[in-house]
Nanobody, 115 residues
Framework: QVQLVESGGGLVQPGGSLRLSCAAS????????MGWYRQAPGKQRELVAA???????NYADSVKGRFTISRDNAKNTMYLQMNSLKPEDTAVYYC?????????WSQGTQVTVSS
């Protein structure tokens, strides 16, 4: 059974940074392309960054140049380094397979960017 656990969210001022983590278990982590998604209040969930098993990355235009996705296959963990955060980055952030997520979502981690 696949389990995905996100952590690292919080309240940060505009311009600040956060690092999110996603711990995966129950799956062959190294061969799966993974991604970070986010859902803001009243909006649809969107894919903001993805990384293949080999480390190739892709970003939504809204976060390009500010967010960096990475993975540590030895630890079955994926990360999202978020810099220069903006109020519009406020959302619940989720990790999942990408670009086709699994048929469930874990609880996510809340990121709030506010002064």
């Amino acid at each position: 059974q696949v389990q995905l656990v996100e952590s690292g969210g919080g309240l940060v001022q505009p311009g600040g940074s956060l690092r999110l983590s996603c711990a995966a278990s129950g799956t062959i982590f190294t061969i799966n392309a993974m991604g970070w998604y986010r859902q803001a209040p009243g909006k649809q969930r969107e894919l903001v960054a993805a990384i293949t098993g080999g480390g190739s990355t892709n970003y939504a235009d809204s976060v390009k140049g500010r967010f960096t996705i990475s993975r540590d296959n030895a630890k079955n963990t994926m990360y999202l380094q978020m810099n220069s955060l903006k109020p519009e980055d406020t959302a619940v952030y989720y990790c999942n397979f990408a670009p086709r997520p699994l048929g469930f979502w874990s609880q996510g981690t809340q990121v709030t960017v506010s002064s």
